[in-house]
T-cell receptor, first 109, second 111 residues
Framework: RKEVEQDPGPFNVPEGATVAFNCTYSNSASQSFFWYRQDCRKEPKLLMSVYSSGNEDGRFTAQLNRASQYISLLIRDSKLSDSATYLCVVKAGGFKTIFGAGTRLFVKA | SQTIHQWPATLVQPVGSPLSLECTVEGTSNPNLYWYRQAAGRGLQLLFYSVGIGQISSEVPQNLSASRPQDRQFILSSKKLLLSDSGFYLC??????????FGQGTRLTVV
């Protein structure tokens, strides 16, 4: 079983749609969780951290379910500029940072 | 502010040639350092991480090696490149339980 698993997509959605991504992780001792965004042929960049109580940043909402070992990202009112690959990231033991393979999102006009 | 530099941006190397990619971090001390590889259309594979000078943890057996000769310098090397070593190599830094920050990456093509 992979340490971090994501649905690769692609998700094709119209502008204004709400889209949700899930990610599962296998190490129950994982301590820190993040969502990154990666544009084509670019380095990944932090989108948001994921906190136990859930957190929101504008149109983006992240949630963590430790019991079921998954995290989620919800994007509301999708924009064309949201088109990218979204990477789920899990950190276990403070050092080892594991990335999921990513979920591709295409937002169309 | 912290910055991370990675070079070169692109590299074309023949099979069997050596490789040396360098990454340096500025504006922070004792960072955790990482090397990732991303094959075309695939996710990031953690290759090596380091929590201190001379301390290297290898995640995937391969013909690559890493070294950390100074606190903020991380080097990825190979003695003989294979075709399968082609990919997008990314260096990153972070601290305990914080997010990782990436360099701009090196796109390596082995021909």
């Amino acid at each position: 079983r992979k340490e971090v698993e994501q649905d690769p997509g692609p998700f094709n959605v119209p502008e204004g749609a709400t889209v949700a991504f899930n990610c599962t992780y296998s190490n129950s001792a994982s301590q820190s969780f993040f969502w990154y965004r990666q544009d084509c042929r670019k380095e990944p960049k932090l989108l948001m951290s994921v906190y136990s109580s859930g957190n929101e940043d504008g149109r983006f909402t992240a949630q963590l379910n430790r019991a079921s070992q998954y995290i989620s990202l919800l994007i509301r009112d999708s924009k064309l500029s949201d088109s990218a690959t979204y990477l789920c990231v899990v950190k276990a033991g403070g050092f080892k940072t594991i990335f999921g393979a990513g979920t591709r999102l295409f937002v169309k006009a | 502010s912290q910055t991370i530099h990675q070079w070169p941006a692109t590299l074309v190397q023949p099979v069997g040639s050596p490789l040396s990619l360098e990454c340096t971090v500025e504006g922070t001390s004792n960072p955790n350092l990482y090397w990732y590889r991303q094959a075309a259309g695939r996710g990031l594979q953690l290759l090596f991480y380091s929590v201190g000078i001379g301390q290297i943890s290898s995640e995937v057996p391969q013909n690559l090696s890493a070294s950390r000769p100074q606190d903020r310098q991380f080097i990825l090397s190979s003695k003989k490149l294979l075709l399968s070593d082609s990919g997008f190599y990314l260096c990153a830094w972070g601290h305990l339980n914080t997010e990782a920050f990436f360099g701009q990456g090196t796109r390596l093509t082995v021909v």
